[in-house]
């Protein structure tokens, strides 16, 4: 059973930055994709950034990595906003399978 875990989420102020974590119980190049995804409350799911062996797609300020090495990807974020608050969560699929982290709350107040 995959496993991902993932770190970092906090309080920070605006225009602070943070650094999420994510370490996955596999390597992460045998995944098809990872990703990031956050959830406000009341609000959908949404995607933050992706990684495929081919590159990054990231879909705001935040940026994707990852550390092969330590089968780990992270978010980079920086400027965060008072709209940026939600449970970000970590995602890799594999084929048809789907796999997510259990999520890390990220806090934007002064």
């Known amino acids: 059973q995959v496993q991902l875990v993932e770190s970092g989420g906090g309080l920070v102020q605006p225009g602070g930055s943070l650094r999420l974590s994510c370490a996955a119980s596999?390597?992460?190049?045998?995944?098809?994709?990872m990703g990031w995804y956050r959830q406000a409350p009341g609000k959908q799911r949404e995607v933050v950034s992706t990684?495929?062996s081919c590159g990054s797609t990231n879909y705001g300020r935040f940026t994707i990595s990852r550390d092969n090495a330590k089968n780990t990807v992270y978010l980079q974020m920086n400027s965060l906003k008072p709209e940026d608050p939600a449970v970000y969560y970590c995602?890799?699929?594999?084929?048809?399978?789907?796999?997510w982290g259990q999520g890390t709350q990220v806090t934007v107040s002064s």
């Open positions: 995602n890799a699929n594999r084929g048809p399978l789907a796999y």
């Open positions: 990684m495929t």
């Open positions: 596999e390597r992460t190049f045998s995944f098809d994709a």
